[in-house]
């Protein structure tokens, strides 16, 4: 069973720069995975923000960007504003199936 | 605009089955996927399936076969997620989201979610 993993939390000042990763234990996550970034606040739905690595939504702001990082994926958040701190949670494909990870909770302090 | 309107929150006693809705506006039921994720209360997002609504082909997680069963009725553009034998553990929020990929080809894009809908499950 394929396990995704997150950081469990992150902190950043507002204005910094913050980057959350996702990995496989099936081991580098790639492109084939189509990576896809969610942000979700509290007692809201999850608000789609990355698709297929770094691809942005209409509504994803700009500060947000998608990559691939050492093997796994990352979100990377450039300028942090007070409105992003939110759960974050990467959703991979592997093997006919989807998992998510565990979700980041982040910080802006 | 695009909205995908979910039924509302389900009291079940274990052992039950419960019903979950969704029904699509803005955009046509049959021209994208619908995927299905829920959430335990304060834990992470897991993945239960998929239905391309056209054909209405499902893929179930592995975790849910034998229990889940998605459905659909283009006439009235909603698709339905049922799922059995409930047990406290399926205490979760539900969502339903438009997925516009090709899961089949390994390519899931999600965008827009419903709001939800929670399923408690106790005696």
């Known amino acids: 069973q394929t396990v995704v993993t997150q950081e469990p939390s992150l902190t950043v000042s507002p204005g910094g720069t913050v980057t959350l990763t996702c990995a496989s234990s099936t081991g580098s996550v790639t492109t084939a995975y189509y990576p896809n970034w969610f942000q979700q606040k509290p007692g809201q739905a999850p608000r789609a923000l990355i698709y297929s690595t770094t691809n942005k939504h209409s509504w994803t702001p700009a500060r947000f960007s998608g990559s691939l990082l050492g093997g796994k994926a990352a979100l990377t958040l450039s300028g942090v504003q007070p409105e992003d701190e939110a759960d974050y949670y990467c959703l991979v494909y592997y093997a006919g199936a989807l998992v998510c990870g565990g979700g980041t909770k982040l910080t802006v302090l | 605009q695009v909205q995908l309107v979910q039924s509302g929150a389900e009291v079940k006693k274990p052992g039950a089955s419960v019903k979950v809705s969704c029904k699509a506006s803005?955009?046509?039921?049959?021209?994208?996927?619908i995927q299905w994720v829920r959430q335990a209360p304060g834990q992470g997002l897991e993945w239960m399936g998929i239905?391309?609504?056209?054909?209405?082909?499902?893929n179930y997680a592995q975790k849910f076969q034998g229990r889940v069963t998605m459905t659909r009725d283009t006439s009235t553009s909603t698709v339905y997620m049922e799922l059995s034998s409930l047990r406290s553990a399926d205490t979760a929020v539900y969502y339903c989201a438009r997925d516009l990929g090709d899961f089949w080809s390994g390519y899931p894009l999600f965008d827009y979610w419903g709001q939800g809908t929670l399923v408690t499950v106790s005696s």
């Open positions: 803005g955009y046509s039921l049959t021209s994208y996927n």
């Open positions: 239905i391309n609504p056209s054909g209405g082909r499902t």
